[in-house]
Protein backbone atom coordinates (compact mmCIF):
# COMPACT_ATOMS: atom_id res chain seq x y z
CA UNK A 1 0.00 0.00 0.00
CA UNK A 2 0.94 3.58 -0.55
CA UNK A 3 0.33 6.42 1.20
CA UNK A 4 0.36 10.40 0.11
CA UNK A 5 0.72 13.14 2.90
CA UNK A 6 0.20 16.88 1.89
CA UNK A 7 1.37 19.18 3.78
CA UNK A 8 1.77 23.42 3.97
CA UNK A 9 -1.72 24.70 3.42
CA UNK A 10 -3.27 27.34 5.16
CA UNK A 11 -4.46 30.84 5.08
CA UNK A 12 -2.44 33.77 3.30
CA UNK A 13 -2.99 37.12 1.75
CA UNK A 14 -3.70 38.38 -1.58
CA UNK A 15 -0.42 38.53 -3.12
CA UNK A 16 1.33 35.78 -0.78
CA UNK A 17 3.31 32.67 -1.15
CA UNK A 18 2.54 29.14 0.14
CA UNK A 19 4.61 25.56 -0.68
CA UNK A 20 2.94 22.53 -0.73
CA UNK A 21 4.64 19.50 -0.15
CA UNK A 22 3.11 15.74 -0.81
CA UNK A 23 5.65 13.03 0.47
CA UNK A 24 4.74 9.46 -1.36
CA UNK A 25 5.67 5.80 1.35
CA UNK A 26 5.21 2.62 1.72
CA UNK A 27 5.39 -0.19 -1.05
CA UNK A 28 7.31 2.03 -3.90
CA UNK A 29 9.57 0.90 -6.41
CA UNK A 30 9.35 4.16 -8.90
CA UNK A 31 6.81 7.52 -9.52
CA UNK A 32 5.99 8.06 -12.34
CA UNK A 33 3.82 11.42 -12.89
CA UNK A 34 2.97 13.72 -9.73
CA UNK A 35 0.59 16.32 -10.01
CA UNK A 36 -1.53 18.58 -8.19
CA UNK A 37 -5.08 19.86 -8.08
CA UNK A 38 -7.77 21.67 -6.56
CA UNK A 39 -11.29 22.00 -5.97
CA UNK A 40 -13.04 24.81 -4.99
CA UNK A 41 -16.57 24.56 -3.63
CA UNK A 42 -19.36 24.38 -5.96
CA UNK A 43 -17.00 23.53 -8.67
CA UNK A 44 -15.06 20.45 -10.37
CA UNK A 45 -11.99 19.15 -9.16
CA UNK A 46 -9.30 20.62 -11.84
CA UNK A 47 -5.45 20.10 -12.76
CA UNK A 48 -3.17 22.80 -11.39
CA UNK A 49 -0.06 21.22 -12.25
CA UNK A 50 2.00 18.05 -13.51
CA UNK A 51 5.69 16.72 -13.28
CA UNK A 52 7.02 13.71 -15.08
CA UNK A 53 9.41 11.63 -13.68
CA UNK A 54 11.93 13.28 -15.89
CA UNK A 55 11.22 16.54 -14.75
CA UNK A 56 8.99 17.86 -17.77
CA UNK A 57 6.05 20.08 -16.72
CA UNK A 58 2.57 21.32 -17.57
CA UNK A 59 0.46 23.86 -16.00
CA UNK A 60 -3.06 25.00 -15.85
CA UNK A 61 -3.12 28.38 -17.52
CA UNK A 62 -4.47 30.15 -14.47
CA UNK A 63 -1.62 29.39 -12.84
CA UNK A 64 1.17 29.68 -15.22
CA UNK A 65 4.02 32.01 -14.17
CA UNK A 66 2.78 31.90 -10.74
CA UNK A 67 3.08 28.42 -9.71
CA UNK A 68 6.06 25.96 -9.87
CA UNK A 69 5.55 22.17 -9.34
CA UNK A 70 9.17 20.28 -8.31
CA UNK A 71 9.59 17.14 -6.97
CA UNK A 72 12.83 15.06 -5.31
CA UNK A 73 13.08 11.67 -6.72
CA UNK A 74 15.09 10.40 -3.89
CA UNK A 75 12.74 11.76 -1.67
CA UNK A 76 9.46 10.40 -3.38
CA UNK A 77 8.06 14.27 -2.97
CA UNK A 78 6.65 16.87 -5.00
CA UNK A 79 6.05 20.15 -4.05
CA UNK A 80 4.08 22.91 -5.34
CA UNK A 81 5.23 26.74 -5.02
CA UNK A 82 2.71 29.32 -5.24
CA UNK A 83 3.06 32.95 -5.72
CA UNK A 84 1.19 35.93 -6.08
CA UNK A 85 -1.61 34.18 -5.00
CA UNK A 86 -4.98 34.78 -5.86
CA UNK A 87 -8.31 35.15 -3.69
CA UNK A 88 -9.43 32.83 -6.67
CA UNK A 89 -6.66 30.16 -5.81
CA UNK A 90 -8.93 29.54 -2.74
CA UNK A 91 -9.51 24.90 -3.26
CA UNK A 92 -8.53 21.88 -1.72
CA UNK A 93 -5.46 21.35 -2.88
CA UNK A 94 -4.69 17.33 -3.26
CA UNK A 95 -1.55 15.08 -4.86
CA UNK A 96 -1.64 12.99 -6.95
CA UNK A 97 1.10 9.86 -7.90
CA UNK A 98 1.42 7.23 -10.30
CA UNK A 99 3.77 5.02 -8.65
CA UNK A 100 5.00 1.49 -9.62
CA UNK A 101 4.73 -1.26 -6.76
CA UNK A 102 6.11 -5.05 -6.83
CA UNK A 103 3.64 -7.70 -5.58
CA UNK A 104 4.33 -11.03 -7.25
CA UNK A 105 4.58 -8.76 -10.42
CA UNK A 106 5.25 -4.88 -11.47
CA UNK A 107 2.12 -2.81 -11.51
CA UNK A 108 1.03 0.73 -11.46
CA UNK A 109 -1.71 2.06 -9.50
CA UNK A 110 -2.91 5.64 -8.97
CA UNK A 111 -2.67 7.17 -5.55
CA UNK A 112 -4.51 10.40 -4.00
CA UNK A 113 -3.57 12.34 -1.08
CA UNK A 114 -6.41 13.50 1.26
CA UNK A 115 -6.07 17.39 0.39
CA UNK A 116 -4.95 20.00 2.26
CA UNK A 117 -6.99 23.69 2.22
CA UNK A 118 -5.45 26.55 0.59
CA UNK A 119 -7.11 29.96 1.29
CA UNK A 120 -6.37 33.27 0.01
CA UNK A 121 -7.76 36.40 1.55
CA UNK A 122 -8.73 39.58 -0.65
Known amino acids: QVQLVESGGGLVQAGGSLRLSCAASGSIVGINAMGWYRQAPGKQRELVATITSGGTTDYATSVKGRFTISRDNTKNTVYLQMNSLKPEDTAVYSC????????????????WGQGTQVTVSS
Open 96 to 111: NADVVSRGIYYYNRNY
